[in-house]
């Protein structure tokens, strides 16, 4: 069994930046692909980022493209989230996703095995 925990969120004006990290349990993290999903109040669950189980590979929601980068450190069982020009639709709760059954990391929250419970991340107008 895999165990994700987030941390990093909190509450950020208009343009600031967070870093949001997931620490996973297990001994075999680097086999995983991860994502990062959010889910405003209201709204459905949405994907934010993914990346491969290298590290190599990298995508995003056109919604944070160029703001958002998605890294891993496999040697501290850790994805991260860094957060940039934040705007207040990225309030959402974030929270991040592992699967062992795909190389790169799908959009669907379908595809994976297993969830953190998240972090509040807050941005203020």
């Known amino acids: 069994q895999v165990q994700l925990v987030e941390s990093g969120g909190g509450l950020v004006q208009y343009g600031g930046s967070l870093r949001l990290s997931c620490a996973a349990s297990?001994?075999?993290?680097?086999?995983?692909?991860m994502g990062w999903f959010r889910q405003a109040p209201g709204k459905e669950r949405e994907f934010v980022a993914g990346?491969?189980?290298?590290?190599?590979?990298?995508n995003y929601a056109n919604s944070v493209a160029g703001r958002f980068t998605i890294s891993r450190d496999n040697a501290k069982n850790t994805v991260y989230l860094q957060m940039n020009s934040l705007k207040p639709e990225d309030t959402a709760v974030y929270v991040c996703?592992?699967?062992?059954?795909?190389?790169?990391?799908?959009?669907?929250?379908?595809?994976?095995?297993?969830w953190g419970l998240g972090t509040q991340v807050t941005v203020s107008s």
């Open positions: 990346i491969s189980w290298g590290g190599s590979t990298a």
């Open positions: 996703a592992a699967t062992s059954r795909f190389y790169n990391a799908p959009r669907s929250e379908k595809e994976y095995d297993y």
């Open positions: 297990g001994r075999t993290f680097s086999s995983y692909a």
